[in-house]
């Protein structure tokens, strides 16, 4: 969850509609995405201030495979994606 929203008093009228609620949910969709990018832009930011960074090096090694991989095709980028993510899964599965 990123944030909430909350409908209160709608003037002119006794209650919100489902057209109202539409929009609202269009509203909180296009709010929710603006905030996760500017959260990836500072993360980014803050990667590319430090450049001398190992942990940056490293990161950006292997984004320069993925993008490679991907390159090669659809199959061989799902692939890496699946390796990649049950990497990542099996490392937060083990004890600290």
């Known amino acids: 969850m990123i944030g909430a929203l909350e409908l209160l008093d709608k003037e002119g009228a006794s209650g919100f509609t489902p057209a109202d609620l539409n929009t609202l949910s269009l509203f909180a ?47 061989e980028l799902a692939a890496c994606r699946e390796l990649l993510r049950a990497f990542a899964e099996y490392l937060r599965s083990r004890p600290a």
């Open 29 to 75: 969709n296009q709010a929710a995405v603006t905030i996760e990018q500017s959260r990836l832009r500072l993360g980014a930011r803050a990667m590319l201030a430090d450049e001398d960074d190992a942990t940056f090096r490293a990161s950006l090694e292997l984004a320069e495979l993925v993008r490679e991989i991907a390159q090669t095709g659809e199959r």
